[in-house]
């Protein structure tokens, strides 16, 4: 019972983090990605690009020249891994990376403790490890060397392939004595995959990659294997000592009022809780008051702001923190999503107007409102809302095995007529990849329109800002769909 | 000389012996009626109370209730789930969730096979479609804007006779902000806070009244009208009860700031609003459109958070109290009585002690199809003097008839009084049994308001009626517009029982016109003036009226002592915790070292500081429960050789710092915030040793 209470706060802190509590920010350095300059010897498989496209599905890969993002590319059959020239003993490790579909390879610190960056989202994939799982070995260095294990994340935040993920490592390296002899083992003291704690100080007895290196070192360069497609970009890092440590850890804020995080768990139905949410974009104290989260026991959720009909919050993972709800007097009185959440742009779903160039309005136009929902046997719920004289029925459920969310929307009652549009998706970058298939905000989370509809998507640029549109006769029968893929 | 000195000491004797509702932790009412049987009769002997358990795990912070046509009750949580209690009143009743999810619901109604809960952002309508005792539509009836603050709470809804909705919206919390310097603590931060509005079926939102603060109960009389009750604090100078009309405003000016928008129904300005901090007899004289609340609750004596509203219109509780109306209270754990009438076309009427002893804080009630009263609980962190956090429990009439004050009415010239039990004659001729007398509080930003203007009434003439059941009493002093404090101690019933509550406060807000008592009539007693002023012209203690800076100066010091030349050995600050607690309990200094402590009372309630000696806590902080309407003036800082240092009555988030010398002697000195009843929890020691 304790190891899920300390599991729950770790969580918590994870998201505390996302949210910006950061006491000291550590000093980075880069590794360049202008060309492989900064790589020894390599492979002729790994190539600098500037932009690159892969998956979700098995899609046709894509690349742009430039630079920045350093792709394994498996050209010629090759998969010789990249070795840096940087060496580092006591290291925090950022980098962002995207897999293609199937992938599965490994990057090493030291060159010797491999972490999996894995694809855990796609079906039938020969793997069933989860993404940022960490390869151990149990026993000491002179011992027979036993079995790898893997050591999986305490929850499955990982991202669709094709889209960019972010890890976070503090690695600390072993310590030896004068004479060579070890004095303590390497340890992982925090990894965060999309802003999440998934393994906090696991201790790493001996090396879990033995082909570059045989022996434990309080040196080495970082590996990427390089047997499987990935990209990297922004890799950074900061070296630091003993007395540096808290520079480096997230820190462990204490919970509210001391206690136990009041954490909502759908058990086998849907749960539907209303509640307050915080609109991180408009600044301090500002509050979404008319929201629900809506939470599957298969831990994908999201979060919906009713007086919008705008699906706000994207996650996996655990499903919410009631703590500020329901402590004390519930003061903040905020439901937080746990897992890794993507955000959305919480505009309005609906709004009529004759220019096309009529920039999306950020409120709900006049003629809405919110009018309630129905739950189905499993507790999934039916919103239901009227826009200007028609009636609408929205439905979000988990599809594909529960790799994605499904949303459909129905025209209940009334005529759209000609000047009402529906908002799919907003963003700074919406890129499309194949035939209703869009990467909004520097491929965070994707849109997918049926088949049949895309034809009708208009794909707008207002004042900078990409806008995925559809006219409201995309609504005729069987409705309207669209699913949210992350 | 002597003859004051003796008037004196009665008049200790009887402030020593007031009655003063006690808090439910105490066990002793020894001053309540004698039994045949030479056993002190309590409120346990005519109402009893039964705690209903829920399954394990269930947290049942209860914010709504309803009883179902089928008897079943319906209650709501804080954490938004609805449950179905079967047979609520049986040895093993059964639960099952109806719904959850809900944001915060504060009410709950049944209408037309459906139950209605006023939620965060909207009204909604649960209905069971499939009929299989869960709801699976959550239709939203009328929305509104929120600013997001967790203290705009909606309680409600009441049906009216109308068939419409009546819910209260209370205002937000301005927090540590001071950023409504007018408005003061609370503020209105959204459309139509502060206001109570009426929901049509359809949904239409219709603002009904405003000036509302923090209207923790609505409900209805016996006869249907729409009733709410308010929460002292910020230009509200004490509790109330008030019946609601359209158009109603009740003084909170924070909530006219939608008084200009489309729809509203209250005219009044901001810029109306006196600054000059009138009673309110007089600020509703000075204000048009300012409503006297019908009746009010004087602060820290009968309650101080009141919440749920419920009328007995089946005689459940005696056929006495049939058509009465009982009011919950959230911070101390009871219930009160209150007897309304109509007087030149207003109600108002008098609040009488009913029952204490709960477990949590009283949110709402609900009528049993088995005349028991279903009490729901959840003091949702503002921290009652209760033993729980919540619960559930019911309200039985034993079916005997307590002896007391049916009711209290107003006269042209006094009161008359009825009784549940005939009185003994005597003893109701006897002016020496009644003490009575006029108050009123402050309107004005600052939070509550000391008792003002206190004056006594003279019994003038007594009529006890031909068949011994009411008193009608004549009295010189009495104020319109006024609080009547009345006591009648002294009554014994026909079988000589003493009252099981002997006081009640009548809200005089209008006196009816008509004759008075006509002193030839067969059976009146005039007193003389001798005798009157021989029972309640009374001067004040000589303590008991201390400036509000000044004190017994060497207890409550200021100013650092000019003699303490290298400064204070100990500089301590102490704040609050929620849950009415210190932020710092356990100090330790050395005997006679000079300590500055600054009391930073950071919380939203009042309180105080002060040290006493060893072992007297709990005497001090009961002393203090005592001082009845004194209290709030004497700063609830009884006079006692045990109290040793204290601060003033802190104001919400204000500070102030005193200076004393720590005892000599070894020894824990506890301290303590003596505000009525937070003696029980709200405590430190200060550990002087060598």
């Known amino acids: ?486 | 000389m002597k003859a004051t000195q003796k008037i004196c000491f009665i008049i200790l004797v009887l402030l020593a012996l007031q009655i003063v509702p006690t808090l439910q932790l105490e066990a002793q009412h020894d001053n309540h009626s004698v039994s045949s049987t030479g056993k002190p009769q309590t409120e346990d002997d005519f109402y009893k109370i039964q705690t209903i358990r829920p399954p394990e795990g269930v947290l049942l912070e209860i914010s709504g209730m309803a009883t179902l046509p089928d008897g079943r009750l319906a209650v709501c949580t804080r954490r938004g789930e609805v449950w179905l209690v079967e047979n609520p009143s049986g040895t093993r009743p059964w639960f099952k969730l109806f719904a959850s999810g809900l944001h915060e619901p504060l009410g709950l109604a049944w209408k037309d096979g459906a139950l209605y809960t006023a939620q965060r952002a909207e009204l909604t309508r649960l209905t069971d479609a499939d009929g299989d005792d869960q709801a699976d539509m959550f239709e939203a009836i009328c929305n509104w804007p929120l600013s997001g603050n967790y203290c705009e709470y909606n309680h409600g809804p009441v049906i009216g006779r109308d068939g419409n909705f009546y819910i209260n919206l209370n205002l937000a919390d301005n927090g540590m902000s001071n950023k409504e310097p007018f408005y003061g603590e609370m503020g209105s931060h959204a459309r139509w806070r502060g206001w109570m509005i009426r929901v049509s079926p359809d949904g239409k939102l219709e603002p009904y009244a405003a000036g509302l603060r923090s209207p923790a109960g609505i409900g209805q009389n016996a006869t249907g009208d729409i009733f709410y009750t308010e929460n002292q604090g910020g230009w509200i100078g004490t509790g109330y009860i008030t019946h609601v009309e359209k158009g109603d405003f009740f003084g909170h000016p924070s909530s006219l700031k939608s008084a200009g928008e489309p729809g509203s129904t209250v005219h009044i300005k901001s810029t109306d609003i006196p600054t000059n901090a009138p009673m309110m007899h007089t600020a509703v004289r000075q204000l048009p459109g300012l409503k006297m609340p019908s009746v009010r609750f004087p602060h820290g004596i009968l309650g101080i958070s009141t919440s749920g509203i419920i009328a007995d219109t089946s005689g459940a509780f005696g056929p006495f109290f049939k058509d009465q109306v009982f009011v919950g209270d959230e911070g101390h754990p009871k219930i009160l009585r209150v007897f309304l009438e109509k007087v030149n076309g207003e109600y108002q009427g008098a609040v009488f002690p009913f029952r204490e002893g709960f477990m949590s804080g009283i949110l709402r009630m609900a009528w049993g199809d088995d005349q028991s009263l279903f009490v729901g609980m959840s003091d949702r962190g503002w921290s009652s003097t209760g033993p729980e956090r919540w619960g559930l429990q019911s309200l039985v009439w034993t079916g005997e008839t307590p002896f007391e004050i049916r009711s209290v009415k107003a006269m042209p010239d006094g009161f008359e009084l009825e009784f549940t039990l005939e009185v003994e004659k005597e003893t109701a001729e006897n002016p020496h049994s009644y003490e009575i007398s006029g108050f009123d509080y402050l309107y004005h930003m600052t939070y509550g308001s000391e008792v003002q203007d206190k004056k006594d009434c003279s019994v003038k003439a007594i009529k006890v009626a031909a068949d011994g059941r009411s008193v009608r009493l004549v009295l010189d002093g009495l104020r319109e517009g006024y609080i009547h404090e009345i006591k009648c101690k002294g009554i014994r019933s026909e079988k000589g029982l003493p009252l099981l509550h002997d006081f009640g406060y009548y809200s005089l807000n209008s006196i009816p016109k008509g004759d008075s008592l006509n002193p030839d009539l067969e059976g009146v007693i005039l007193i003389s003036g001798e005798t009157a002023a021989m029972t309640v012209n009374k001067s004040e203690p000589a303590q008991a009226a201390p400036s509000r800076t000044g004190r017994i100066p060497a207890k409550h010091v200021t100013v650092m002592p000019a003699s303490w030349a290298g400064g204070p050995d100990h500089i301590f600050t102490i704040g609050t915790e929620p849950g009415l607690k210190f932020d710092i309990e356990q100090l330790t200094v050395k005997p006679g070292s000079r300590i500055k402590l600054v009391f930073d009372n950071n919380d939203d309630m009042q309180h105080n500081w002060l040290l006493v000696s060893p072992g007297t806590a709990d005497e001090i902080g009961k002393a203090a429960l005592d001082l009845g309407l004194k209290g709030a003036n004497m700063q609830y800082v009884p006079v006692s050789d045990k109290v040793l240092y204290h601060t003033s009555l802190l104001q919400p988030r204000s500070k102030e710092a005193i200076y004393f010398t720590a005892p000599e002697k070894e020894g824990k000195y506890p301290y303590v915030c003596t505000y009525p009843g937070h003696y029980l929890i709200m405590r430190g020691i200060l550990n002087v040793k060598k």
């Open chain 1, 1 to 486: 019972m304790k190891t899920v209470h300390l599991t729950l706060f770790s969580i918590f802190l994870g998201c505390l983090s996302l949210t910006g509590i950061i006491v000291a920010q550590p000093i980075y350095q880069k590794i360049g990605l202008h060309d492989k300059a900064n790589f020894i010897n390599s492979s002729p498989n790994w190539k600098v690009v500037g932009n690159i496209w892969y998956g979700p599905f098995k899609s046709k890969l894509r690349e742009e020249a430039g630079s920045g993002v350093l792709v394994n590319t498996l050209s010629g059959n090759n998969r010789a891994p990249l070795v840096t020239k940087m060496e580092h003993g006591n290291i925090l490790l950022e980098f962002d990376f995207m897999l293609a579909p199937y992938s599965s390879t490994t990057v090493y610190l030291q060159g010797r403790y491999g972490i999996r960056l894995t694809d855990s989202w796609s079906e039938n994939s020969d793997t069933s490890e989860i993404c940022g799982s960490i390869l151990k070995r149990s026993s000491f260095s002179g011992e027979e060397r036993k079995e790898l294990r893997s050591l999986p994340p305490r929850m499955n935040v990982a991202r669709a392939p094709g889209l960019w993920q972010h890890l976070r490592i503090v690695f600390q390296s072993p310590q030896f004595d004068p004479n060579g002899e070890k004095r303590s083992n390497a340890r992982l003291l925090q990894v965060s995959l999309n802003g999440v704690f998934i393994h906090e100080d696991i201790a790493l007895p001996d090396i879990t990659y033995t082909e570059l290196f045989q022996n434990e070192l309080n040196t080495g360069p970082l590996v990427f294997s390089g047997n499987s497609r990935i990209a990297f970009r922004n890799i950074r890092y900061c070296f630091f000592d003993e007395q540096e440590k808290d520079r480096v850890l997230l820190p462990a804020q204490v919970p509210v009022m001391g206690r136990t995080p009041l954490v909502v768990t759908p058990v086998q139905k849907t749960i539907v809780q209303r509640c307050f949410m915080s609109d991180e974009g408009s600044g301090e104290d500002q509050k979404m008051t008319s929201c629900a989260v809506v939470g599957e026991s298969t831990d994908i959720h999201y979060g919906i702001n009713l007086e919008q009909g705008a699906v706000i919050r994207l996650w996996k993972g655990e499903f919410i923190d009631a703590t500020t709800m329901w402590e004390g007097r519930g003061v903040v009185q905020l439901a937080r999503p746990l897992g890794s959440v993507i955000t959305l742009s919480g505009q309005p779903l609906f709004a009529t107007f004759r220019d096309q160039y009529t920039p999306w309005p950020d409120t709900m136009q006049q003629g809405y409102r919110y009018a309630g929902y129905q739950l189905d046997k499993q507790g999934r719920p039916t919103f239901n809302y009227y826009f200007q004289g028609l009636q609408f029925h929205d439905r979000i459920i988990p599809s594909d095995n529960n790799r994605f969310l499904t949303r459909s929307l129905h025209l209940i009652q009334g005529d759209p007529g000609k000047e009402l549009w529906i908002l799919l998706a907003a963003g700074t970058v919406i890129e499309e990849l194949e035939g209703g298939l869009y990467a909004v905000n520097d491929k965070s989370y994707y849109v997918r329109l049926d088949k049949k509809k895309h034809r009708e998507v208009v794909l707008r640029d207002v004042n900078g800002r990409k806008e995925l549109l559809v006219p409201g006769s995309a609504l005729k029968m069987p409705g309207l769909t669209w699913s949210y893929i992350w």
